[in-house]
């Protein structure tokens, strides 16, 4: 079993609907996630980063963090199909600047106009 | 801020050459360095974690004299592909987290690698 699982999708969703993404982890010890989102041979971008359990709102997008649950969520409003991508959830330990990330696999997500 | 570039974006070489991918924190220092790999339609692998001025840390598997790493600077790490062969054909991915108690990693854009 994988530390992190992230369904690979695609999620399609008509243009202006929410997208719901989450991932879910096995080890407790985790306390800082971050949501990145990749456009096809670009680089991950980093979209949200929040501490242990609760909601963080930026604009359109809303992280959740549920420690109880071993589940984190993203939740894309207005979706556009510039949200067209593939999104990445990732998470922490310790807030080290050297410590590494375990990643989820990633959820594809396309926006239909 | 906290962007990160790297150079070449893409690269086609012949099989039994060496290709070197440079990766920079433009705006920031960056105390440490990570290079992933990452196949299409998959998620990033973690290859090394390159701290400046010491040797860089392999993950399992990794070739250490196949994919040599170099981080000379705060801004600058490099990933060089030794011998290379077309299965080391790949999306190479460079992150930097800034110096001090932050965990973020800021990826810069890849770099494909065609080995022919």
């Known amino acids: 079993q994988k530390e992190v699982e992230q369904d690979p999708g695609p999620l399609s969703v008509p243009e202006g609907a929410i997208v719901s993404l989450n991932c879910t982890y096995s080890?407790?010890?985790?306390?800082?996630f971050m949501w990145y989102r990749q456009y096809s041979r670009k680089g991950p971008e980093l979209l949200m980063y929040?501490?242990?359990?609760g909601n963080k709102e930026d604009g359109r997008f809303t992280a959740q963090v549920d420690k109880s649950s071993k589940y984190i969520s993203l939740f894309i409003r207005d979706s556009q199909p510039s949200d067209s991508a593939t999104y990445l959830c990732?998470?922490?330990?310790?807030?080290?600047?050297?410590?590494?990330?375990?990643f989820g696999g990633g959820t594809r997500v396309l926006v239909k106009p | 801020g906290a962007v990160v570039s790297q150079h070449p974006s893409w690269v086609i070489c012949k099989s039994g050459t060496s290709v070197k991918i440079e990766c920079r924190s433009l705006d920031f220092q960056a105390t440490t360095m990570f290079w992933y790999r990452q196949f299409p339609k998959q998620s990033l692998m973690l290859m090394a974690t390159?701290?400046?001025?010491?040797?860089?840390?392999?993950e399992q598997g990794v070739e250490k004299d196949k994919f040599l790493i170099n981080h000379a600077s705060l801004t600058l790490s490099t990933l060089t592909v030794t011998s290379a062969h077309p299965e080391d054909s790949s999306f190479y991915i460079c992150?930097?987290?800034?110096?001090?108690?932050?965990?973020?990693?800021?990826f810069g854009p890849g770099t494909r690698l065609t080995v022919l």
């Open positions: 080890n407790s010890a985790f306390q800082y």
């Open positions: 992150s930097a987290t800034r110096t001090g108690t932050y965990n973020e990693q800021f």
């Open positions: 390159s701290n400046e001025g010491s040797k860089a840390t392999y």
């Open positions: 929040t501490y242990s359990s």
């Open positions: 990732a998470m922490s330990r310790i807030k080290a600047a050297g410590n590494k990330l375990t």
